[in-house]
């Protein structure tokens, strides 16, 4: 049973456009949702998070929303570089659990120049 | 800004032979993990470590591995006698204990076992 799903292993964006990544979740304890970017041959990074009680966290180029009622999230780009042809993870956390972290399968973004 | 280094970048080993993964986590977290990417695929959980002990383990996780926290810094990964699909980058990682949980990765160990 996995519980963060990412349906689309990938997605290609001409830059300057709108990159939307999203991830589905179907446990209602997880109250922290994480994104995370992968470049090839290293260690993930933490990118942005958003906490349940919000809809919405921005961060630069970088938002992250959440419907709660859909269990959904998405992470939008915008605009889309080039630098940003990365591996992305969603993941979510619950706090009732002791921050255990469950992560999905990753997008990966390539974005054309 | 504290990160994660893991030691050695690179290690070749034959079939059969003991590896030992090097981490030194961020100083003051208290979760550690170890996750592994084989070439092409997705990045895999491990181990969860905490209080000295594993807290969880995945099904990838068999008795040929095995973690420990020998001193205040490091945290290791044993493997006890490589197979050649054991060849991965492993990743370290670690996290503090307040929301949202994020985990701070290192660089990455590339395994080669021929």
Redesign the interface.
Known sequence: DQQVKQNSPSLSVQEGRISILNCDYTNSMF????W?K?YP??????LI???SIKDKNEDGRFTVFLNKSAKHLSLHIVPSQPGDSAVY?CAA?A?TN????T?G??TTLTVKP | EPEVTQTPSHQVTQMGQEVILRCVPISNHLYFYWYRQILGQKVEFLVSFYNNEISEKSEIFDDQFSVERPDGSNFTLKIRSTKLEDSAMYFCASRGTGGPYEQYFGPGTRLTVT
């Open positions: 109250d922290y949702f994480l995370y992968k041959a290293e260690g993930p990074t933490f998070s958003i906490s993870f956390s706090s002791a921050g255990k972290s992560f399968d990753g």
